[in-house]
């Protein structure tokens, strides 16, 4: 329905309410997760392999308060364990007991909390879902620290002990050093915290970092020191140091606490490149080291310095987010707005944080160009293939996608509400959607939305309120279309318009059609088609041939006809433009379309007298099809257009279409006396014998015109047109009726001896006869029966003189008449 594949599934409201409140017990105790839809919805959901809406057993979330408590109480073992370490390292061969029994406390607690982590969900980077599918949780475990965690709960000082007292085993003493990752986890998390006073974070966190550094280099100096051979320990730093009378000759019987307070004070003055005073290195290990470790000070020192410049200056990105978290939570604070919408927003906040999806502050800097450059190559090919652009041009493709703006929800949350108007339309980037729908009262509909659909269509189109609720059912990236940029799209792209409103009925019932049909959207397509009409007849008018060609190339339709019907192919037939013509005829134009008045482009060339186009017309497949060719005809033989009559013979309109009161042109041509234009009816084949609605043929309008020349061609032209209709009708019925049972049918006819044109008081009663196969056997047997002599020739009605018996119809007046009566 929305352009993409998406499952359905129902619910009643009624179901499990128990069972509902006591998930938002749970989720309240657990803390907020992404999938807060499962505890309104009520039904299952998927977050990477397949879960329900129930948290499921031994899975622990990442915010339950007893994790919380654990995690603090395993950070404090981090921070002994990272500072202990290199303690461990250079200053015992072998723990004391006491020692020993708290690093095998420390190492149980370790493998305790390796041990949970095989059952902590974590959140996606990807989908920023938490997922808690058992299987997922432990192979991502698996795959990044569970290695070095486990080798840093070994016991190595009882495996260096066990092995001889080897030294390389002691090495593998700085695995540990990778729980230090804990405690800057934990001064992150500090930074974000808005009840923290920033800068003092910040600070002691800076502390922390150069109070470690120095504490793992003065290990790492004493270590140096011990591990030369006894003879030549008055050649290190340590050994040959002197504080006035005191002599460090003898360090080892020393105190623990005087020799790591000396170790440090010999870093820190390092550190600080005082100089060498007091301390210096003597042996060459001494100077290899201290030269690394200048060199590593160097980028700690600028490291701290950049910090506390930065501190000074206020321009980091974490504060930068801490000062809008907190001017955020004293505007919520102070307009007391619902704990559900306070999450929300400081659930974006701290999204635009550590996902960096600020479009504004990542491209802000970049000329336009280059930003649309940018647009095109991210969402081109997404709009591809999006079912609702289907069949549009790359051209608006392209603006399209130079003007969407990137919108991400986190799950649960609404991205449209039921009932609302939409004046944005939505397109599913990414991640997955929930369209619900209420049906038959209590049911919902949930319509899975997957990456290429697009939704609120309806409402964005028509201007009527969302009939469904969106929600987000995992992380979204959705792209955001305004109204205002979409109509501005459809001016530059008209032809695409009709295109979308295709897409757009196709698959709707009927209800959705007609509020499509009917809406702002169609009616703009509609005036945008009208106006290119009338654009592209104007350049037809004012043979601009550049222009036109311009237009239909940009996709403007040439059969586009304006508000009278009339296409550029009219109109330029009508002015006589050859070369726009055959342009027009090559695009595929129909060049038999009438506009409202019934001309086509064929007419009206002819009756412009354009005879070039008319000739290119008609080799093109013109015919000359008139709506009202009769009342055509009539109008140009009452106007007297004689050659507009020739030029419409001769392109083989009907010379017999009849107007409204069933009248030909050769009932006008005969009424008015127009004695050329009846010869070029007739020569154009036109009926003598067409009857109008009063019962009227044109020989009897020529005799009540009383011209004499009209009625006698006439009269020849009727003896002509009855012997061809006798003999077709003789030759069909000869072709229907086979050779052996052919039979002729008779005809009868009243013969009168008497002229037609005779008084009444001469006339005298007639004889039926059957008419004979010729006129004189006809002749005989009339005068035989008449009992006359003096008949010699037949008449008709109208006095003309019957030549041959075909062209006496059936039941017929006829008159036996002598030559001198016919010639009186």
Not at 114 to 137: E, K
Not at 167 to 173: D, G, I, T
Not at 512 to 528: A, C, M, P, V
Request: a neutral charge.
């Amino acid at each position: 329905m929305h352009g993409g594949d998406g499952g359905r599934r129902r619910r009643r409201r009624g179901d499990s309410d128990d069972s509902e409140e006591e998930d938002r017990v749970s989720w309240k105790s657990l803390g907020r997760c992404c999938d807060t839809e499962a505890s309104w919805i009520g039904g299952s959901t998927t977050h990477g392999g397949g879960l329900s809406g129930r948290w499921p057993r031994f899975v622990i979330h990442p915010d339950n308060r007893l994790y919380l408590v654990w995690k603090h109480f395993i950070l404090i073992w981090a921070v002994y364990s990272s500072f202990f370490t290199p303690m461990e390292f250079g200053f015992f061969r072998g723990l004391p007991e006491k020692i020993f029994l708290l690093d095998i406390a420390g190492q149980f607690a370790f493998l305790v909390d390796i041990f949970l982590r095989f059952f902590v969900a974590y959140r996606d980077t990807q989908s920023y879902c938490v997922v808690h599918n058992r299987p997922r949780i432990a192979m991502r475990y698996l795959k990044s620290r569970f290695t070095l965690d486990f080798l840093g709960c070994l016991p190595w000082d009882y495996i260096y002990k066990a092995t001889g007292r080897k030294e390389a085993v002691r090495y593998l003493l700085w695995i540990r050093l990778s729980r230090a990752c804990r405690v800057a986890e934990f001064f992150e998390r500090l930074e974000k915290n808005v009840r923290i006073n920033y800068l003092f974070t910040r600070i002691v966190k800076l502390l922390v970092v150069e109070l470690y550094c120095t504490h793992t280099a003065a290990c790492i100096f004493y270590y140096l020191a011990t591990t030369t051979p006894p003879s030549e320990e008055g050649y290190t730093w340590i050994g040959s140091l002197k504080m006035g009378d005191y002599s460090y000759s003898n360090f080892r019987h020393l105190d623990l606490w005087k020799r790591y307070v000396t170790s440090l004070y010999f870093a820190i003055v390092t550190m600080a490149t005082v100089g060498y005073g007091d301390i210096h290195a003597v042996n060459v290990r001494e100077m290899i080291f201290v030269m690394i470790y200048v060199s590593f000070d160097m980028i700690l020192g600028a490291y701290l310095l950049g910090n506390m410049t930065a501190l000074i200056v206020k321009g980091s990105k974490t504060e930068m987010f801490r000062d809008k978290m907190t001017e955020i939570i004293k505007y919520m604070n102070k307009n007391n707005l619902d704990k559900q919408i306070t999450k929300t927003i400081k659930g974006h906040l701290r999204l635009q944080y550590d996902r960096c999806y600020t479009e504004a502050s990542v491209l802000q800097d970049i000329p336009t160009t280059i930003r649309t450059k940018i647009s095109i190559n991210l969402y081109d090919h997404f709009f591809q293939k999006v079912s609702l652009f289907k069949g549009c041009s790359s051209r608006f493709i392209k603006q399209i996608a130079t003007k969407v703006h990137e919108e991400f929800f986190l799950p649960g949350e609404l991205v449209m509400e039921q009932g609302d108007v939409a004046d944005r339309l939505y397109f599913l980037f990414q991640g997955e959607l929930h369209e619900i729908r209420q049906e038959d009262g209590d049911t919902e509909v949930i319509i899975k939305l997957q990456t290429y659909s697009f939704f609120d269509e309806v409402s964005f189109l028509c201007n009527i309120p969302q009939t469904s609720m969106v929600q987000a059912h995992e992380f979204c990236k959705v792209l955001r279309l305004d109204k205002q940029s979409f109509t501005d799209i459809l001016k530059l792209c008209f032809v695409d318009g009709r295109v979308i409103l295709n897409n757009l009925l196709e698959g709707k019932d009927s209800s959705l059609q007609r509020k499509l049909l009917e809406s702002d959207f169609t009616l703009t397509i509609g005036n945008q088609e009208t106006e290119l009409a009338m654009r592209m007849n104007c350049a037809a008018y004012e043979g601009d041939f550049y222009l036109l060609k311009r237009l239909i190339g940009s996709g403007a339709d040439p059969n586009k006809t304006d508000y009278d019907g009339r296409s550029p192919l009219h109109i330029s037939a009508s002015k006589g433009y050859v070369d726009i013509s055959y342009f027009l005829v090559e695009q595929g134009v129909n060049i038999n379309y009438a506009d409202k008045f019934g001309a086509t482009p064929l007419l009206e060339a002819i009756k412009n007298g354009h005879e070039e186009v008319a000739t290119l017309l008609v080799n093109a497949g013109a015919t000359l099809t008139i709506d009202d060719a009769g009342n055509f005809l009539c109008m140009t033989v009452a106007k007297k257009e004689l050659d507009l009559l020739k030029k419409v013979l001769a392109c083989g309109i009907n010379p017999n279409a009849k107007n409204y009161d069933q009248r030909t042109p050769l009932h006008i041509a005969a009424s008015e006396g127009l004695y050329t234009m009846a010869e070029l009816l007739l020569e154009a084949a036109a009926s003598v014998l067409s009857k109008d609605r009063w019962g009227s043929t044109p020989l009897d309008e020529a005799r009540t015109g009383g011209n004499r020349n009209m009625i006698k061609m006439l009269e020849v032209a009727k003896v002509s047109q009855l012997a061809e209709l006798s003999n077709s009708i003789q030759e069909t019925q000869a072709a229907l009726t086979p050779p052996s049972t052919v039979e002729i049918p008779k005809k009868r006819c009243t013969v009168f001896p008497f002229h037609p044109w005779d008084d009444k008081e001469d006339r005298r009663e007639g004889v039926v006869l059957w008419v004979p196969q010729s006129i004189e056997e006809l002749i005989k047997v009339a005068v035989k029966h008449l009992k006359i002599s003096n008949g010699s020739c037949i008449l008709s009605e109208q006095g003309g003189k019957i030549l041959y018996v075909d062209m006496i119809s059936n039941d017929e007046k006829l008159f036996l008449v002598s030559e001198a009566q016919r010639g009186a």
